[in-house]
C-alpha cells in the first residue's frame, strides 16, 4: 500500500507567522490528498481535498486563505498555516487515497505561542 | 450531508472484560472503516467493511456491518491496556456515483483499560 511520508511531526511558532506542512506519498502517484485537524481527545475532521494541478476542495467552514493548499506534483502536498494564532494549534494529519481505501500520514502537531 | 454517531463517547473498561463501541450512518454507508489512534500520533487500520451483514475479525477484534449497511459495530474481547486508545470510525463518501470521494470520521471514542 501506498506510504506517507508527513514531515514535520511537530512545529512550534510564533503567534503571527506562518507554518508548512508538508505530506509525501512515497510509493504511490496521488492525484488527491486530504488534510484533516484534529483537537485533542477528538475525532479528526475533514479540512480539505488537495487536488493534483487544481485548487483544493475546501469543507464547509474552513477558511481558504489561513489554511493554504499547494498540490504541484503527484507526490507533494503542502498545508500552510497563515498568521498563526494560538487558537490553531492543533493536530494537522494528511492522507492519501489509494485505490481500495486510505493512507495516513503520521501527523504534525502544531504549537502556536 | 452524511453524519457518523459513535457510541459511547468514552468507555473504561477492566482489562479481560469484553466491550462494543457503535457507529451510526445517517445514510447507507458503502465504505466503513475503523481505525485505532492514539492522540498525537497516526492511525492505525483495523478494518474495512463493505457488504451488508459483513463481518471481519483480527485478533481479539471483531467488527460487523449490519445488512441495512446504517450501522456497525467494533467488539473487543477480553480488552488489554494494549488496546487503550482512540477509536474512529470513518465512511468512503462519494466512490460510487462520479462524486469526489473522501473520508470523514465519526465523533470518536476514547477507551480506556484499567490493569
Known amino acids: 500500500g501506498a506510504v506517507v511520508s508527513q514531515h514535520p511531526s511537530r512545529v512550534i511558532c510564533k503567534s503571527g507567522t506562518s507554518v508548512k506542512i508538508e505530506c509525501r506519498s512515497l510509493d504511490f502517484q496521488a492525484t488527491t490528498m486530504f488534510w484533516y485537524r484534529q483537537f485533542p481527545k477528538k475525532s479528526l475532521m475533514l479540512m480539505a481535498t488537495?487536488?493534483?494541478?487544481?485548487?483544493?476542495?475546501?469543507e464547509q467552514g474552513v477558511e481558504k486563505d489561513k489554511f493554504l493548499i499547494n498540490h504541484a506534483s503527484l507526490t507533494l502536498s503542502t498545508l500552510t498555516v497563515t498568521s498563526a494564532h494560538p487558537e490553531d494549534s492543533s493536530f494537522y494529519i494528511c492522507s492519501v487515497e489509494k485505490l481500495y481505501g486510505y493512507t495516513f500520514g503520521s501527523g504534525t502537531r502544531l504549537t502556536v505561542v | 450531508s452524511q453524519e457518523l454517531e459513535q457510541s459511547p463517547q468514552s468507555l473504561i473498561v477492566q482489562e479481560g472484560k469484553n466491550l462494543t463501541i457503535n457507529c451510526t450512518s445517517s445514510?447507507?454507508?458503502?465504505?466503513l472503516y475503523w481505525y485505532k489512534q492514539k492522540y498525537g500520533e497516526g492511525l492505525i487500520f483495523l478494518m474495512m467493511?463493505?457488504?451488508?451483514?459483513e463481518e471481519k475479525s483480527h485478533e481479539k477484534i471483531t467488527a460487523k456491518l449490519d445488512e441495512k449497511k446504517q450501522q456497525s459495530s467494533l467488539h473487543i474481547t477480553a480488552s488489554q491496556p494494549s488496546h487503550a486508545g482512540i477509536y474512529l470510525c470513518g465512511a468512503d463518501i462519494g466512490r460510487y456515483g462520479g462524486a469526489t470521494n473522501k473520508l470523514i470520521f465519526g465523533t470518536g471514542t476514547l477507551l480506556a483499560v484499567q490493569p
Open positions: 445514510k447507507t454507508l458503502y465504505g
Open positions: 488537495s487536488n493534483e494541478g487544481s485548487k483544493a476542495t475546501y
Open positions: 467493511l463493505q457488504k451488508g451483514g
